[in-house]
């Protein structure tokens, strides 16, 4: 039996094909468990935890932003908010792997930046890793919380749009 060139050329195509899909990771996964309820964000533990009413669902250690003591107050001050916001936004072609924004600044956030003639900021997300690879230490963020790929890949499967979201000093 003669084997052509090209069932040579299409079966490696083919072979190719077969394993850079067995080994391309999917970023988005269904979540089949219980209704999560709120998140609770512990700055001082650098800890996120995932609630269903009661019920603890999990917990993750997370990065905060570059100046983590206190409430962000102005944009650029490279704080984490503190304070009851909700999850009002989800971009899955973020520049940080997947990312759920925070719904600050909310009101009081606003009138305390403007009464001081500044401006609040905003973008606040949890978020993965870049997609560009940078050296960075704990707390590098400019504000946001953020997860490794693989924990933010289940967060974001997990929590939708109008959760809950604490975040405590």
């Not at 009661?54 to 250690?61: I, P, V």
């Not at 999850?87 to 956030?109: C, H, K, Q, T, V």
Request: charged share 25%; glycine share 12%; net charge positive.
């Amino acid at each position: 039996m003669k084997i052509s060139r090209r069932s040579v050329t299409l079966g490696g195509l083919l072979g190719t094909g077969m394993f850079l899909s067995a080994c391309s990771h999917n970023k988005f996964i269904k979540y089949r468990g219980p209704e999560v309820t709120k998140l609770e964000v512990f700055k001082t533990d650098r800890t996120l935890k995932v609630w269903s009413k009661r019920r603890l669902l999990k917990t993750y250690e997370v990065d905060l932003g570059f100046g983590p003591t206190g409430h962000k107050q102005f944009e650029g001050d490279g704080k984490t908010p503190e304070g009851r916001y909700i999850i009002d936004r989800r971009n899955p072609n973020s520049s940080f792997y997947l990312s759920l924004g925070i719904s600050y600044p909310n009101a009081a956030d606003i009138a305390y930046a403007r009464a001081r003639g500044k401006s609040p900021g905003g973008d606040i997300f949890i978020h993965g890793q870049p997609n560009v690879f940078k050296a960075r230490g704990p707390d590098w963020t400019a504000g946001c919380i953020a997860l490794p790929n693989r924990e933010m890949r289940k967060l974001y499967a997990m929590v939708k749009n109008g959760t809950v979201i604490d975040i405590f000093p």
